[in-house]
Nanobody, 115 residues
Framework: VQLVEFGGGLVQPGGSLRLSCAAS????????MTWYRQAPGKEREYVAI????????NYKDSVKGRFTISRDNAKNTVYLQMNSLKPEDTAVYLC?????????WGQGTQVTVSS
C-alpha cells in the first residue's frame, strides 16, 4: 500500500488549495479514505472522510462549508478542496486508509496559510 499526497503550498488567508492523494497497492474503490492534519506542536486531527463509493462524507466541524472531500476511483485518487483558508488551517495534511485492519499513511503535504 502506498499513499502519496501533493498539492500543498503557501497561500494567503482566504485563498484556496486542492490536495490530492494518489493510492496504490490495494483495491482503492473498496475502502473509505480519510484526511488528517497535524499542526506544529499539536496532535494529529481528523479533517474529513469519504466512503468507498463517494456517497457519504463527513467533516470536522471547523472545516464544514469550506473544505470538500471527493474521490475518483478510476484514478485511485482522493482530493481535498480547501477554500476560505485560515491561518489556523496551517498543518501537514495526510491521507490515510485502513486496509485489512492496518493503518496506512502518506508522508503528508505542507499547507501554510499566511499573509
Amino acid at each position: 500500500v502506498q499513499l502519496v499526497e501533493f498539492g500543498g503550498g503557501l497561500v494567503q488567508p482566504g485563498g484556496s488549495l486542492r490536495l490530492s492523494c494518489a493510492a496504490s497497492g490495494f483495491t482503492f474503490s473498496s475502502y473509505r479514505m480519510t484526511w488528517y492534519r497535524q499542526a506544529p506542536g499539536k496532535e494529529r486531527e481528523y479533517v474529513a472522510i469519504i466512503s468507498s463509493n463517494g456517497d457519504l462524507k463527513n467533516y470536522k466541524d471547523s472545516v464544514k462549508g469550506r473544505f470538500t472531500i471527493s474521490r475518483d476511483n478510476a484514478k485511485n485518487t482522493v482530493y481535498l478542496q480547501m477554500n476560505s483558508l485560515k491561518p489556523e488551517d496551517t498543518a501537514v495534511y495526510l491521507c490515510s486508509a485502513i486496509v485489512l485492519g492496518r493503518d496506512y499513511w502518506g508522508q503528508g503535504t505542507q499547507v501554510t496559510v499566511s499573509s
